[in-house]
């Protein structure tokens, strides 16, 4: 893709983003009227000089503390996993990686079911008990899994994921005796492995921003590196790539932003999956396109799949079911497309 | 001019505990265009691994430009040394452009982003080669040839001082082969670039290459101008095989033609076969038969002829008159002095006319069995002299004739 037609699909995504936002703040089972949202909108936010009347206080909480921050966690959610999903298949050079395929879920779950049933009081860094230890299990696990694979100063990958595969299966036993061991709190860890942004607010949105950002400048500024790495890692040691290099900034920045972003809203699959593929069929398999690209659509689709999750039913849907529910089709139809085409780009 | 670009001392090196590479000691100039041969798994892709930073050595160094390979960057070793594989698959969607533009890596980093000057380079690389015309198309959907093409773009791009080619054109046809390694030499010859070349084909390397190095066990075995290398002893010893080596009269340049890998059933006895040709017609016959254990003995024949080329390369014993003469009544005498004690008189497939009729003069008097090939007979141009001849002959003795070569060697 060319560089200008580039600049122009991010600004039209942005642009969808945006308006999809909106649309979706002012979507929700309370009933708030459509020009009610939007006074309340452009007085709370913009902070503009609009006349209140007639306006409880009820809504401009659900609007200002409820649906705002949901939305924005929403994206920064779907954004998060999309662009590590991005990552992750770039380092393995195989499209079929997705951000928890080292294990970065079962290990952030274990220490989830940990924080349920042992409910330890006191949390750490605006972090409660269930939200730091599912952080912790996620980090300890890809730690636990880079150890294993590691040869010397080198990582293979294939070595990668195979551990990563085999420590995430044992985690995932370890969890389950917990479960059965534990009956009672069996329903909060289910819903906790499913994935939901219910109850989260701008706290858990500040809480976990400083890490996704760190994350996304660490990949984005891995874009050039990952392009030639799709080209053989052999190759890009000869086109003078500190290849093992890229790959611990990559892994790095993946589980930082991973376990953060999990550890508030449980595991949700398939978007750090089937986002990087949409996105590279749109714009070709080229970082520098792919990781903005996909950080706005995967964005975009979670406060899509959120907003569904919340409004579909009298009860609040896990949102993870509806990213697995949408996504899992799509990607078999992806498949498909690929068995067809012979390619996987 | 005469810097050195990579000097290898002592390198060994191997995958594992299998030491492929044992002890190399060797340099490249600047500006040599120099060829790696050697028969299968005697390390020379090892070698080229282990200059491109691919593989640690196990002992001794590299030098490259005068700096330490492995106290090299990726980066600045790829500022200088550029690779081209065997062949390149690429499983994602880049357009050729792409793939060139990654050549420019080594000069790029955060603070630089790819500028003017790099898109000059990439153009100029594509132009030098030729694909500038699909610049947008995914690399994917060439051809091989065009492929191996992009792929020195990117390495010319990366504006190395060695290049260093892993069997550049094992993949293409000959039109592909001869262009890939034309690109290479005019890169050699017009912009200095030094050239380290893995190839298979030892008639490329002897055409293309002004220095040739052969690897053999893990160590340089004969390292020189393809006219020193080339040579009978180091290529059955390379190969493990019979093969012929004759100048190239185009490029003037050794050439080899294999010839067989199967060793034949050696003769109990040293039979000694005397054969009567002179033209090409008997060049497999003579190798044959000499390849099974036979005393092989030829004559009267011509200086440059294919059977006089053969008999030449095998240290056949003949007799032999200068291109174009007749034969002489002495030459006659001195063949069938050498005929005397042969089992058998083999005359080939020959043609006959009144210059060579003489090699069957005194025939009657031996005491070998003769065999005369049929096709000697509708090839006649001596104007019924030839028939006239048989006659005489067949008065004395049986003459066995025959259709072709395997007829005669499957009596014998």
């Known amino acids: ?345 | 001019m005469n810097r050195e670009m990579l000097k290898f001392s002592h390198v060994a090196a191997g995958y594992g505990e299998r030491e492929v590479l044992k002890d190399i000691t060797m340099s490249v100039k600047e500006g040599e265009f120099v060829g790696l041969i050697g028969s299968n798994g005697t390390g020379k892709s090892t070698l080229i691994k282990c200059i491109s930073g691919l593989l640690p050595l196990k002992n001794g160094t590299i030098m490259i430009c005068g700096k330490e390979n492995s106290a090299l960057k990726n980066r600045e070793r790829a500022q200088m040394v550029a690779v081209v594989p065997q062949s390149y698959h690429v499983g994602y969607d880049f357009t050729v452009e792409d793939i060139v533009m990654m050549g420019r890596n080594p000069y790029l980093s955060l603070r630089k982003k790819e500028g003017t000057e790099d898109y000059a380079i990439v153009e100029e690389a594509m132009k030098a080669t030729n694909t500038e015309e699909f610049r947008d198309r995914l690399y994917n959907e060439l051809s091989g040839g065009e492929r191996q093409r992009v792929i020195l773009a990117r390495a010319i791009a990366q504006k190395p001082r060695i290049i260093l080619l892993d069997e550049p054109t094992s993949a293409l046809d000959i039109h592909h082969q001869i262009e890939v390694m034309e690109l290479i030499t005019r890169l050699n010859q017009e912009e200095y670039v030094t050239v380290l070349a893995v190839l298979h084909d030892i008639n490329m390397a002897s055409r293309f290459c002004q220095r040739i190095v052969m690897l053999q066990d893990g160590a340089v075995f004969a390292d020189g101008t393809p006219q020193e290398v080339i040579n009978h002893s180091n290529m059955e010893r390379m190969y493990q095989m019979k093969l012929m080596i004759r100048k190239n009269p185009l490029f003037h340049k050794p050439e080899i033609v294999p010839i067989r890998v199967m060793e034949e059933e050696k003769a109990a006895t040293r039979r000694h076969i005397h054969i009567i040709c002179g033209a090409d017609g008997a060049v497999k016959l003579i190798e044959e038969l000499d390849e099974r254990g036979y005393e092989v003995t030829v004559g009267v024949v011509n200086q440059g002829s294919g059977d006089w080329d053969i008999c030449q390369e095998l240290g056949v014993t003949c007799v032999e008159a200068e291109p174009f003469t007749p034969i002489t009544w002495e030459k006659q005498a001195e063949n069938l002095k050498l005929m005397e004690d042969a089992e058998v008189i083999l005359v080939a497939d020959v043609p006959f006319g009144q210059s060579n009729l003489m090699n069957l003069q005194g025939l009657e008097n031996l005491s070998g069995k003769i065999y005369f090939h049929k096709n000697a007979l509708s090839s006649d141009h001596t104007g019924g002299a030839l028939v006239k001849r048989l006659e005489e002959i067949g008065r004395v003795k049986k003459i066995t004739y025959f259709g072709d070569h395997d007829e005669v060697l499957r009596e014998l």
Request: with cysteine; glycine share 12%.
């Open chain 1, 1 to 345: 893709m060319k560089k200008g037609s580039r600049k122009w699909l991010v600004a039209g995504s942005v642009l969808l983003c945006l308006i999809i936002m909106y649309l979706c703040t002012l979507t929700g089972v309370a009933s708030i009227s459509f020009w009610d949202a939007n006074r309340i909108l452009l007085h709370e936010v913009f902070h503009l000089d609009i006349s209140m009347e007639g306006i409880t206080e009820g809504s401009i909480t659900i609007i200002q503390n409820v649906r705002l921050p949901r939305v924005v966690l929403g994206f920064l959610t779907g954004a998060s996993l999309a662009i590590c999903g991005a990552g992750f298949q770039g380092i393995f050079k195989n499209p079929m990686a997705d951000p928890f395929v080292l294990g970065v879920s079962s290990g952030a779950a274990l220490g989830a079911s940990i924080g349920i049933i042992f409910q330890f009081g006191s949390g750490f860094l605006g972090m409660n008990s269930t939200t730091l230890l599912a952080f912790v299990g996620a980090f300890l696990t890809i730690g636990l899994v880079y150890n294993i694979s590691k040869i010397g100063k080198k990582v293979p990958m294939a070595t990668l994921l195979l551990s990563g595969i085999a420590v995430s299966q044992t985690l995932a036993a370890a969890m389950s005796i917990l479960m059965i061991m534990n009956r009672q709190d069996m329903d909060q860890i289910m819903f906790w492995t499913m994935g939901s942004l219910n109850g989260k607010g701008w706290s858990q949105i500040v809480m976990i921003l400083p890490y996704v950002i760190l994350g996304t400048v660490l990949l984005f500024t891995s874009c050039r590196e990952l392009d030639i790495m799709l080209t053989g890692e052999e190759a890009a040691i000869q086109l003078g790539v500190n290849v093992e290099f890229v790959k611990k900034k990559v892994l790095f920045a993946s589980t930082l932003i991973t376990a953060a972003v999990i550890s508030v809203t449980g595991i949700i699959g398939f978007v750090g999956l089937v986002v990087p593929h949409v996105v590279r069929m749109i714009a070709g398999p080229k970082h520098r396109g792919l990781m903005p690209l996909s950080l706005i659509f995967g964005g975009t689709f979670l406060i899509i799949c959120d907003t569904l999750a919340r409004s579909m039913a009298v009860w609040e849907i896990p949102v993870g079911i509806i990213t697995a529910l949408c996504g899992g089709p799509f990607f078999v139809y992806l498949l498909r497309k690929m068995k067809r085409g012979g390619n996987f780009s």
